[in-house]
């Protein structure tokens, strides 16, 4: 067994150059923990707001001057090298994809897990870089679609921001669950949308939705990119605003459309809910991408070692679905 493991550390706060390659000593795994050989792992826009400590607010989990867990990354995929004692849901060998969490530590060579968290036998057919990322996009969008806005089949559903990681996803998640899907995007993105199961696009460069005259039972603002406020006429009677951006506002609008009842406004920490939960919409959406109605939209693939030009590609704002580092 190997002594040590490559990691990326965030020192304190800040631009993407606050990342710094690191050796630590491989933990011997504790009895219900697996280590794990990382293949492959994701660089998010989440990802990126613990590094800058953005917004400031978060500082009071992540650690008020700096993080307190400071090693960078959650999504992965490998393999497992090791178990401890008890672990029963894996062994050594198997193909494994998942999230790190509020461990963090997944843009590494190796980690070790508690075997009870988010973590599931990879199949073969999906490779490590589509797996690494399953944890953002997919799951995210998936527990916003079905969990938070209960979506149906039949139900008409605008996707504000169709081309990113959860957008990519989103469209995908919401076509397949028998939804008439709309997406904007920009006009080189259009095509991509459409491909993924867009009905109908709306080029954000060119249109703006609240000025037409459609109305939604859903509007997934997958950006934040605009409010409960601009976007409450497109909503049908009962329709939802869901937005995994928080802000002031969006917080006031949730409070205020809870009392209210009718057109709801709904935000979420899709990771924050509990594993079992988290463990059983992967097991959807691997049966969707077995089925052919998921498929992982990658941008840029980066070696481990350049973590810090991932970091930098990711926050433009502008990557088409989904990066990460193997
Ligand atoms: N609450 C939760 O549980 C949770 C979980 C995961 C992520 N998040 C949050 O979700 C947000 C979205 O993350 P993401 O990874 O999906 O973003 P992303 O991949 O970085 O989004 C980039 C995409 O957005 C498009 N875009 C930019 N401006 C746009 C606009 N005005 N209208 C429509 N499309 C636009 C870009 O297309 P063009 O280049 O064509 O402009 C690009 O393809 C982040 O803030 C993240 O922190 C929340």
């Avoid at 550390?9 to 710094?20: D, K, T």
């Avoid at 933990?27 to 293949?39: K, Q």
Wanted: glycine share 10%; net charge positive.
């Amino acid at each position: 067994m190997i002594a040590t493991f490559n990691a990326w550390s965030i020192g304190r706060y800040g631009a993407p150059e606050v990342l710094g390659p690191v050796t630590r000593p491989l933990p011997t795994p504790g009895r219900n923990e697996i280590v794990i050989r990382i293949r492959a792992s994701a660089v998010t826009r989440a990802d990126g707001m613990m590094r800058a400590g953005q917004p400031r607010f978060a500082r009071l989990f992540l650690g008020l001057r700096r993080p307190r867990r400071n090693l960078s990354g959650t999504g992965l995929s490998g393999e497992v090298i090791a178990t401890g004692a008890d672990v029963t849901r894996f062994a050594v060998g198997d193909a494994v994809f998942g999230e790190a969490g509020m461990n963090f530590g997944a843009n590494a060579s190796h980690i070790c897990l508690d075997e009870s968290g988010v973590l599931m036998k990879k199949p073969a057919a999906l490779s490590h870089e589509d797996a690494a990322v399953m944890c953002d996009g997919p799951l995210t969008s998936y527990h916003f679609l079905h969990r938070l806005a209960q979506l149906r089949p039949g139900q008409t559903v605008l996707i504000l921001g169709g081309s990113g990681s959860l957008g990519t996803a989103a469209v995908q998640i919401a076509a397949a669950a028998g939804a008439h899907v709309t997406a904007t995007s920009s006009t080189g993105n259009t095509r991509l949308v459409s491909a993924l199961g867009a009905a109908r696009t709306i080029d954000y460069t060119r249109e703006d939705f609240t000025m037409q005259p459609d109305r939604y039972d859903v509007i997934f603002d997958t950006l934040g990119v605009s409010s409960f406020a601009a976007a409450r006429a497109r909503l049908t009677d009962r329709g939802r605003y869901i937005c995994p951006v928080l802000t002031l506002p969006l917080l006031g609008a949730m409070l205020k459309t809870r009392l209210t009842g009718g057109r709801r406004a709904l935000f979420t920490a899709a990771g924050l809910q509990p594993p079992e939960i988290l463990r059983a919409h992967l097991e959807r959406l691997l049966a969707m991408a077995q089925a052919g109605t998921l498929s992982v939209v990658l941008d840029r693939v980066y070696p481990l070692a350049d973590l810090i030009e991932a970091h930098r590609h990711m926050e433009t704002g502008h990557k088409r679905g989904n990066v990460v580092v193997v």
